[in-house]
């Protein structure tokens, strides 16, 4: 099975950046969508970002695009998201996680669409205060 390790979470002011990474393990199929997902105390986890395993296509939802980058470096096996411009409504525990759907990983990130619960880390929680 694909494992996840979630870090680099912490507390930033509005306006600051954070990098956080997903440290990924096991046997990961060439078509396989990672992803970045966020949720915040009382509300629906929100799809973020996730990027395609054998292409590295990128895609973001309307309230990050153009703050926040996903990339990956297979040498060392991890997923990065880059945050910038970050804003008290960015306040969330993060979550990195896998799929073999990609469409449908894809739709929940830019859609908003649901997705199941399948393989996911501990999570790494951002918190943006001044």
């Known amino acids: 099975q694909v494992q996840f390790v979630e870090s680099g979470g912490g507390l930033v002011q509005p306006g600051g950046s954070l990098r956080l990474s997903c440290k990924v393990s096991?046997?990961?199929?060439?078509?396989?969508?990672i992803g970045w997902f966020r949720q915040a105390p009382g509300k629906e986890r929100e799809g973020v970002s996730c990027?395609?395993?054998?292409?590295?296509?990128?895609f973001y939802s309307d309230s990050v695009k153009g703050r926040f980058t996903i990339s990956r470096d297979h040498a060392k096996n991890t997923v990065y998201l880059q945050m910038n411009s970050l804003k008290p409504e960015d306040t969330a525990v993060y979550y990195c996680?896998?799929?073999?759907?990609?469409?449908?990983?894809?739709?929940?990130?830019?859609?908003?669409?649901?997705?199941?619960?399948?393989?996911w880390g501990q999570g790494t929680q951002v918190t943006v205060s001044s």
């Open positions: 996680g896998g799929d073999i759907n990609i469409p449908k990983m894809v739709a929940a990130v830019v859609r908003g669409t649901p997705l199941a619960r399948g393989s």
């Open positions: 096991g046997v990961i199929p060439d078509y396989y969508a």
């Open positions: 990027i395609s395993s054998h292409d590295g296509r990128a």
